[in-house]
């Protein structure tokens, strides 16, 4: 009776080990997986926030045009930019298409200061104050992005998180960062 007891009292201990140790990798496998998420749906928000800026600027385009109709470089590069905006897959594509599309609109804004009638159009000041708008809402939207990418990175490289990170795939999230150069203003010549 008593090798009973104790060979009872030993799988008990065994069975209570393996169920602590699944309901711990469990519980790291589920966290990792939100944080992850969260990173997806954060970069989903910067996505759309880009595209709501990126279908406001041919309606500021085609007023700046019927003023400004000779500034066709600057409304190439603007197209130019869009476009790649449109094909951006990753956080670095997105990125980098954003800090284009800033640039172009930023020379854009500049064709726009040697029109005076046309910075006083109802219809151009509304566009502005909506693109305005729309920025604010990008650098919020990166700004909760790098937050939620930061909290996932810490959790995959903390112990013991980083061992299960690494066996079930979990990588590291890129941060959304402002192009090299971008804290400068444009060059901007119409020459």
């Given at each position: ?170 990588e590291k999230a890129d941060y959304f960062e402002a192009e090299e150069g971008a804290e400068k203003n444009p060059e901007v010549s119409f020459e």
């Open positions: 009776m008593k090798k009973r007891t104790k060979l009872f009292v030993i799988l008990s201990v065994i069975a209570l080990v393996v169920i602590i140790l699944v309901s711990s990798v469990t519980s790291t496998y589920n966290s990792l997986v939100s944080l992850e998420t969260e990173v997806e749906t954060k970069q989903a928000q910067i996505s759309t926030q880009l595209q709501r800026r990126s279908d406001l600027i041919p309606n500021l385009v085609n007023t700046v045009k019927g003023y400004a109709a000779h500034e066709n470089e600057v409304y190439t590069a603007i197209a130019d930019a869009r476009s790649k905006l449109a094909g951006a897959n990753t956080v670095e594509e997105l990125s980098e298409a954003d800090s284009q599309l800033s640039s172009a609109l930023s020379r854009l804004l500049v064709v726009v200061e040697n029109y005076p009638q046309l910075k006083a159009s109802e219809n151009f000041i509304a566009l502005q104050d909506q693109l305005e708008g729309t920025e604010n809402r990008i650098a919020t939207a990166r700004n909760d992005y790098n937050k939620a990418a930061k909290t996932y990175n810490t959790k995959i490289r903390k112990f013991p998180s980083n061992i299960f990170a690494g066996m079930f795939g979990f």
